[in-house]
């Protein structure tokens, strides 16, 4: 069973609006959360992370916001350029193991 | 961009023989995993090491084994290949293992079983 979900495999915006990525979890032991940007042919690199004991956390353009009651997590980049166009994916870890979702792939349109 | 390096990129080979993917760093970071990707199942945690030596099993470790004798090296070794092995493979690295990190990955390994 998957324990991180990404439910939107694709997501297309306007070059300057707001993406949203979510990401939902079942793991209520999760404390930290982190998101990945991939593009074509490349391994995965780091984008923005959070603890559990947050509720948000921004880094320039990109802020993630933590729900636990819902266990939901989201990915905001405001604005949206064409270079974030990209395959995004959420992760979860607790302990030792990080548990990924399937991915979203964003296409900023100019 | 961290330095690691993983060989070869892309394998082709046939169910039932061995393989044996390298990932090679040169950061000195102590931990080293890796993953494969699938479209339906995202990234997924094969095995990863906490040391020289040390090694530890993920989510998905039936029919690979790992070894590392060096803290620059981590090998995953495929014994018997099987179609469903067919994937893209992942090494990454971190500092630490606990608490707010972040791994860096390398390039990938794209494996095809036939």
């Known amino acids: 069973d998957q324990q991180v979900k990404q439910n939107s495999p694709s997501l297309s915006v306007q070059e300057g609006r707001i993406s949203i990525l979510n990401c939902d979890y079942t793991?209520?032991?999760?404390?930290?959360f982190l998101w990945y940007k991939k593009y074509p042919a490349e391994g995965p690199t780091f984008l923005i992370s959070?603890?559990?004991?947050?509720d948000k956390n921004e880094d320039g353009r990109f802020t993630v916001f933590l729900n636990k009651s819902a266990k939901h997590l989201s990915l905001h980049i405001v604005p949206s350029q064409p270079g974030d166009s990209a395959v995004y994916f959420c992760?979860?870890?607790?302990?030792?193991?990080?548990?990924f979702g399937t991915g979203t792939s964003l296409t900023v349109i100019p | 961009d961290a330095g690691i390096t993983q060989s070869p990129r892309h394998k082709v080979t046939e169910t039932g023989t061995p393989v044996t993917l390298r990932c090679h760093q040169t950061?000195?970071?102590?931990?080293m995993y890796w993953y494969r990707q699938d479209p339906e199942h995202g990234l997924r945690l094969i095995h990863y090491?906490?040391?020289?030596?040390?090694?530890d099993k993920g989510e998905v470790s039936d029919g690979y084994s790992v070894s590392r004798s060096k803290t620059e090296d981590f090998l995953l070794t495929l014994e018997s290949a099987t179609s469903s092995q067919t994937s893209v493979y992942f090494c990454?690295?971190?500092?630490?293992?606990?608490?707010?990190?972040?791994?860096?990955f390398g390039p990938g390994t794209r494996l095809t079983v036939t």
């Open positions: 090491s906490y040391g020289v030596k040390d090694t």
């Open positions: 959070i603890s559990s004991i947050k």
């Open positions: 950061e000195n970071h102590r931990y």
């Open positions: 992760a979860a870890g607790a302990g030792n193991q990080f548990y």
């Open positions: 793991n209520s032991m999760f404390d930290y």
């Open positions: 990454a690295i971190s500092e630490s293992l606990g608490g707010l990190y972040e791994q860096y």
